[in-house]
């Protein structure tokens, strides 16, 4: 067996291999990776074959939903197979683009299969995908909220970092450019699609307000801390200049008073410490009206409002919302993978 998984596969590997085992391929890349190579060093330059796909699908159950996309080292060996997707390699790959993942096997690196997707990605759908591989979620449709919590698989940093090693791979260009957009530490994929609604410039679709630290650690005195049993709030989204707080809420209209007392305990807290805390709850995310409200309010408190007479950027921001929130709802992607017979069970029909 020499298959070199790529590509969607690739992206399917971290997002739901077990993470014990994302534990320890993440460990071993940074600590050993791979030297600059050429598939052809990896995979002989043969022909992938159906038996081989399938002793890696069986390597790791319930991890890959469609034919495995594969590199090839030369166009010769670009042959279509049933359960095969091949794409013929770069003539060179800079170090830490592979890593082991059995005996004859390798996976695209995080950093690799971000240049990869980004070759047919949006520039929103490639920072999207760059704030989650660095975030603390993973989505997954065989969860019940479509994700999971996970550690990050990857650094802003290190995306720029490769990006700009690797001359010669399909996609580097929008993931250079994705890469100035993409922040760490977000816990959900309506966190991210919040944080580039806020903060991509308007000619994307966002509201060009400032970039917001997200889930960034705020201590709290400690005169104030038996009452909170806590040392520490994370904010979702924190300004720390303007000592602006967002916080999205998506329980908040299916919440008892144990909850709500502990909100308003969190929020009295937060402003005594001299921050303004403004909730975004998902009816306000989902209803695009209620959203520009918002949004208003917060480019009020921020001072990034548009000056009269600036250049109306409406249409992109209507579209980048129905990209990141109107066709892509956590429960969309759930209903659409059922729809697709997106199981978990490989091999796919064909």
């Given at each position: 067996?020499a298959l070199?998984?790529s ?6 590997f ?8 994302v534990?320890a ?6 600590q ?6 050429r598939?052809c060093?990896l995979?002989?330059?043969s022909?992938?074959s ?5 002793e890696?699908?069986?390597?790791f159950?319930c991890?890959?939903t ?5 590199l090839v080292?030369?166009s010769?060996?670009?042959?279509r197979?049933a359960?095969?997707?091949?794409h ?5 790959y800079p170090?830490g ?5 059995a005996?004859?096997?390798w996976?695209?690196?995080p950093e690799?299969?971000f ?8 520039l929103?759908r490639?920072?999207?995908l ?9 989505k997954?449709s065989?969860?019940e909220k479509?994700?999971?919590?996970a550690?990050p ?11 700009e ?6 996609g580097r260009?929008v ?5 100035r ?5 977000s816990r959900?994929?309506?966190?991210t ?14 509201r ?13 005195p400690?005169?104030?801390r038996?009452?909170t049993n806590s040392?520490?709030?994370e904010?979702?989204?924190?300004w720390p ?6 916080e999205y ?6 919440v008892?008073?144990?909850?709500i007392?502990?909100?308003?305990m969190?929020k009295?807290v ?5 921050y303004?805390?403004?909730t ?17 309010m ?10 009269r007479?600036?250049?109306?950027f409406?249409?992109e921001?209507?579209a980048?919302?129905?990209t990141?929130?109107a ?9 659409g993978?059922v ?9 796919p029909?064909?």
């Open positions: 067996m070199v998984v590509h969607q596969s690739a992206l399917e971290w997002r739901r291999a077990p993470e014990s085992v534990a391929a993440l460990a071993e890349l940074r050993c990776g791979t030297p600059q190579l598939v060093d995979q002989g330059g022909k992938p159906p038996v081989e796909a399938q890696v699908a069986d390597l159950p991890v890959f469609g034919s495995l996309h594969v080292g030369t010769a060996a670009r042959v197979r359960c095969i997707v091949p013929v390699g770069a003539a060179s170090p683009s592979f890593v082991r993942i005996s004859g096997a996976v695209a690196s690799l299969c240049v990869q997707l980004s070759q047919k990605l949006s929103a490639a920072v999207e760059g704030t989650e591989l660095c975030g603390r979620y993973r997954d065989r969860q479509g994700m999971a919590a550690w698989l990857a650094t802003p940093e290190s995306l720029a970092c490769y990006g090693q690797a001359k010669g791979v399909y260009k993931a250079l450019k994705a890469c957009y993409t922040v760490p530490s959900s994929p309506m966190e699609a919040a944080y580039m609604l806020f903060a991509l410039p308007r000619t994307y679709g966002g060009n307000t400032s970039v917001p630290q997200l889930n960034e650690r705020i201590d709290i400690a005169e104030v038996p009452v040392r520490y709030f904010a979702d989204l924190l200049q303007q000592r602006l707080i967002v809420d998506s329980k908040q209209e299916h008892g008073s144990e909850r007392a502990r909100d308003a969190r009295n937060l402003t005594s410490m001299g303004t805390v403004l975004l709850t998902t009816r306000q995310l989902f209803d695009y009206g209620e959203f520009c409200r918002f949004a208003r917060l480019e009020s408190h921020l001072g990034t409002a548009p000056s007479g600036a250049k109306n409406a249409p921001q209507r980048l919302w129905e990141l929130v066709r892509s709802s956590l429960s969309t992607q759930r209903e993978a729809r697709q017979g997106q199981s978990g069970v490989w091999p029909s064909v």
